[in-house]
Structure formats: C-alpha cells, structure tokens
Nanobody
C-alpha cells in the first residue's frame, strides 16, 4: 500500500520561503512521476509542479522561476522549494504520485500554506 505524507507547510510572510516535503511509502517511488498540486478556498485544485521519474520538470506559469521541484529517490521524497511567496499562494498543497507501471494515482493528505500580506 502506498502512502504519501506531506510536511513543511505553515505561515509565512509574503516574499518568504518554504520547503515542502512528501515522503512516499511502498516501492513505487522511483518509477513514479510526482506532482505538487494546490487548492485554495473556493477554487479548483491546480497543478503547481511536476517531476518525471527521470527528473524532468515543469511548472505552472504562475510559479515559474520561484518554485523548484526535486526528488531524492534514495529517501523516497519529493520536495517543493517555494521562494518569493505571494498571498495568492495560500492553499492546501497536495503531493501525488502516478505509478509508471500501473498508472494509478495516489494522494497525500495535504499541508496548509498560508502567506500573510
């Protein structure tokens, strides 16, 4: 069974930085594409950053140049470095894994990020 556990959320002032982490249990991590999504109150969940099993990345236009996704396969962990945080980044951030073998998607429980203006 695969479980994803996010951490690192919190309250930060606008312009500040946070690093989110997502640890995956199970044996699928190295073959999985990993994503960070966010959902603000009253809004749809949106994709923030994506990293393939091979390490290729892409980002939502709204975070390009400020957010960085990375992964450590030895630690079964994916990270989201967030710099220059804006008020509109306030949301629950979710980690997801897409198993490259079964194409099944797994979700974490989310971690709250609040940016004060």
């Amino acid at each position: 069974q695969v479980q994803l556990v996010e951490s690192g959320g919190g309250l930060v002032q606008a312009g500040g930085s946070l690093i989110l982490s997502c640890v995956a249990s199970g044996s699928i991590f190295s073959r999985s594409a990993m994503d960070w999504y966010r959902q603000a109150p009253g809004k749809r969940r949106e994709l923030v950053a994506h990293i393939t099993s091979g390490g290729a990345t892409n980002y939502a236009d709204s975070v390009k140049g400020r957010f960085t996704i990375s992964r450590d396969n030895a630690k079964n962990t994916v990270y989201l470095q967030m710099n220059g945080l804006k008020f509109e980044a306030t949301a629950v951030y979710y980690c997801s894994a897409v198993d490259g073998s079964t194409w099944r998607t797994y979700w974490g429980q989310g971690t709250q990020v609040t940016v004060s203006s």
